[in-house]
């Protein structure tokens, strides 16, 4: 018989219904059922067409009434104790950091180039105009006779080049 609705359980049934509990219901690691299995292409391909046309709602949406402070600002007293937190975790995984240095670096690198191309192409059209194979060199050497960085990490770019 279930637990009448609006009462509480004391601290010493709580502590029994815990103890009674303990290892029943842990599915971590090799005691999971699919622990060291994977689902074949065909369970997976099953599985896509049930959720075809399910709508989920967006995160924030489906949370609603669930967490009261979503949404709502922070105090000064918060942001200092998320920044807190989150210098602790940076610290515990460093190798987070390098891999985020990585991808930040790749991304400016990226941009960096989008930037000459575009410069390029505005500036040199009759190279882009057809496909013919072009002296990479060449048409590097006239881009950046033109082009002039217009701040220092484009400077050290052109330098590192």
């Not at 200092?80 to 950091?97: A, D, F, L």
């Not at 048409?139 to 484009?154: L, M, S």
Request: with cysteine; net charge positive; glycine share 4%.
């Amino acid at each position: 018989m279930p637990f009448p609705l609006g009462q509480k359980h004391s601290e010493e049934t709580k502590r029994k219904i815990s103890k009674s509990n303990k290892g029943k219901h842990s599915h971590r690691g090799n005691r999971n059922p699919m622990f060291g299995k994977h689902h074949s292409d065909e369970t997976i391909r099953k599985m896509s067409e049930a959720k075809l046309g399910k709508h989920f709602p967006k995160l924030k949406e489906a949370r609603k009434g669930k967490t009261p402070r979503l949404g709502k600002p922070c105090s000064d007293e918060e942001k200092v104790k998320h920044s807190r937190y989150k210098k602790q975790w940076w610290k515990r995984h460093p190798e987070k950091r390098i891999e985020q240095s990585k991808m930040m670096r790749d991304r400016r690198i990226r941009q960096e180039e989008l930037k000459k191309t575009e410069f390029a192409r505005s500036n040199f059209p009759h190279l882009f105009d057809d496909f013919k194979p072009v002296d990479v060199q060449l048409v590097r050497e006239q881009i950046e006779a033109k082009w002039q960085p217009k701040n220092e990490h484009e400077r050290r770019l052109l330098r590192e080049g």
